[in-house]
């Protein structure tokens, strides 16, 4: 069994680091980094969807509890 020491250390977990960025990047970082991608996929999939017909239990669709209403 080989024992890592010194440089080879570093590179071993190096490669761990790299991979789990590799990993975690198109999961959280591109979405934070370029949400109009999303928003635009979020769009065409949801376009057919009426949200009134689908809430449970005949419960008010969700609204901005800090809207301002109007006088």
């Known amino acids: 069994?080989?024992?890592?020491v010194g440089w080879?250390?570093?590179?071993?977990?190096?490669?761990?680091?790299?991979?789990?960025?590799?990993?975690?990047?198109?999961?959280?970082?591109d979405p934070i980094r370029n949400p109009?991608?999303?928003?635009k996929i979020q769009e065409q999939t949801r376009k057919n969807i009426k949200q009134e017909d689908i809430q449970p239990g005949n419960m008010k669709v969700w609204t901005d509890p800090f809207d301002r209403r109007e006088k």
Do not use: N
């Open 36 to 39: 109009d991608k999303y928003k």
């Open 8 to 29: 080879r250390y570093a590179a071993l977990i190096g490669g761990m680091v790299g991979a789990i960025g590799l990993a975690v990047y198109p999961i959280i970082i």
């Open 1 to 4: 069994m080989a024992i890592f």
